[in-house]
């Protein structure tokens, strides 16, 4: 072969252009620039963003703040104008107060049980309810969804004196399971995680499972849990603070001697001139296992909503 075949065989190579589509970095790249928001991007907020981020977690936070400011004072402190605005030097004194007038540690016992067994009743059932509403076929299902559903529309006043005189014929006055069986199952879990599984456990899984041998058990166990887990921990935290906070019922069916927080709460107003400074003592004493719970599980809650998201 000659030099002149040999030089068309082979086709001359040019330098890329500077700035053009062929153009490296000395790492043999092409060059890229980067940009806000973009695939695989981070987006960063501006001044304002923050600045009303900023806001809006000051006005959240205050109710607390205010609520430790007025248990470190005194009711006279309180009671003028302008009222202050820093803490003082008598909270462990009103926290010592209300814990010993209120019987906190005997509320807050029975308030984790209660709030704990009404939390573990609606993931447990609702979860369960919720896979049978979503994915199984049975007669009359859309009229038990909708009759479920419609039970919410029902005012909880209504049903006082019928469960009140339930309650005075078992002889469960004044006891706990009063106030948990009333709400062991909610209707809004059993739709709540209906709608949930409709679109995160796919259905050709259960089938998979079905045809391996599985039991309905064994399905709901290795199959529909692990599916369903980001769903049950939010409905689990939502209840749990529903339960603690709920009020209505529990001064209906407790007294002092066996109370909720919110019960043992009343018992602290009571006199010719309620302690405005020990009451707000006992309700920082029952707001702090609440926010110890968020802390601690805050970030596996977020998470699991996030995985949530991912998934539908």
């Known amino acids: 072969m000659s030099v002149l075949d040999s030089d068309r065989a082979t086709p001359a190579r040019t330098a890329p252009e500077p700035g053009g589509a062929g153009h490296r ?15 695989g991007g981070t987006l960063h907020g501006g001044k304002l963003t923050y600045a009303v981020l900023f806001l809006v977690t000051a006005i959240a936070l205050f109710p607390l703040f205010w609520t430790a400011v007025a248990a470190s004072r005194n009711n006279t402190r ?5 009222p202050p605005f820093w803490f003082g030097g008598n909270l462990f004194k009103n926290l010592g107060i209300a ?3 209120a019987n906190m540690g005997l509320a807050l016992l029975n308030t984790t049980i209660v ?4 939390a573990a009743g609606t993931v447990l059932f609702g979860t369960i309810a919720g896979f049978a509403f979503a994915k199984l076929r049975f007669r009359f299902r859309n009229l038990l969804l909708m009759l479920t559903i419609g039970t919410m529309m029902v005012p909880p006043q209504l049903s006082v004196v019928p469960l009140f005189m339930a309650i005075a014929e078992l002889e469960w006055t004044n006891q706990l399971q009063a106030v948990i069986l009333p709400t062991f199952v909610s209707a809004f879990g059993v739709f709540f995680m209906r709608q949930y599984l409709l679109e995160a456990l796919p259905t050709e899984l259960i089938e998979a499972a079905r045809v391996d041998g599985a039991s309905s058990l064994r399905i709901v166990w290795h199959v529909v849990f692990p599916a369903a887990r980001p769903a049950m921990a939010v ?17 209906i069916a407790l007294t002092q001697q066996n109370p909720t927080v919110q019960v043992a709460l009343t018992g602290l107003g009571r006199g010719y001139i309620p302690d405005q400074s020990v009451i707000m003592a006992g309700a920082l004493l029952g707001t702090l296992p609440l926010l110890l719970i968020l802390t601690v599980f805050g970030k ?13």
């Open 25 to 39: 970095t000395g790492r043999g790249r092409p060059r890229t620039r980067g940009r806000a928001g973009g695939a």
């Open 99 to 101: 814990w010993t007038d």
């Open 78 to 82: 309180l009671a003028e104008m302008p």
């Open 235 to 251: 409905l689990g935290m939502l209840t749990f603070v529903m339960a603690w906070n709920d009020f209505f019922w529990p001064i």
């Open 300 to 312: 596996q809650i977020v998470g699991g909503i996030m995985q949530g998201a991912v998934k539908g």
């Open 115 to 118: 709030a704990g067994s009404i």
